[in-house]
T-cell receptor, first 112, second 117 residues
């Protein structure tokens, strides 16, 4: 099992719909969870961080964390074509922060 | 979020030459910086972790003598690709760890696109 796993996609959703991106991880000791957005040819941009079980909302974005099931998800409401990008799940494994492991990313396509 | 800059944003060089890439944290001090490489349509690959004042920790398979990392201050880390070859052509991205009341977060520079002819 990979340490941080994401479906590579592409995930296609119509404009205005909810996009749901999922990530599973192997280390039960992980305490911090991050979602990055990467446009083609650009570097990743931090969009959400979550540390506690449950939901965390920021504008159209909601991060959901379930430590018991070892998954973290990102919901994008009212998806826009500008949301089309690759979304990377990032988790510092081993409880500390020295080494963050990135998933391979899920490519999201929002169809106008 | 915190701002990280990289210079240059792109560079083209001849095979056999060395290229230095700078990574700076502009509005915070970063004791830890990371260097990544990304080939087209592939995911980020961590090359090394750079800690201020100490030797970098390289990931398995990354040649430390080829990719020289120096983290001489809390705001600057440099990556030097020595004797570059066409297979080193890639997108090199640095990031810096920032600690705030929310915990540790990692912010990326804009990346440097290296093309070796």
């Amino acid at each position: 099992q990979k340490e941080v796993e994401q479906n590579s996609g592409p995930l296609s959703v119509p404009e205005g719909a909810i996009a749901s991106l999922n990530c599973t991880y192997s280390d039960r000791g992980s305490q911090s969870f991050f979602w990055y957005r990467q446009y083609s040819g650009k570097s990743p941009e931090l969009i959400m961080s979550i540390y506690s079980n449950g939901d965390k909302e920021d504008g159209r974005f909601t991060a959901q964390l379930n430590k018991a099931s070892q998954y973290v998800s990102l919901l994008i409401r009212d998806s826009q074509p500008s949301d089309s990008a690759t979304y990377l799940c990032a988790i510092p494994l081993g409880g500390g922060y020295q080494k963050v492991t990135f998933g391979t990313g899920t490519k999201l396509q929002v169809i106008p | 979020g915190a701002v990280v800059s990289q210079h240059p944003s792109w560079v083209i060089c001849k095979s056999g030459t060395s290229v230095k890439i700078e990574c700076r944290s502009l509005d915070f001090q970063a004791t830890t910086m990371f260097w990544y490489r990304q080939f087209p349509k592939q995911s980020l690959m961590l090359m090394a972790t750079s800690n201020e004042g100490s030797k970098a920790t390289y990931e398995q398979g990354v040649e430390k003598d080829k990719f020289l990392i120096n983290h001489a201050s809390l705001t600057l880390s440099t990556l030097t690709v020595t004797s570059a070859h066409p297979e080193d052509s890639s997108f090199y991205i640095c990031s810096a760890r920032a600690t705030s009341g929310r915990g540790d977060e990692q912010f990326f520079g804009p990346g440097t696109r290296l093309t070796v002819l």
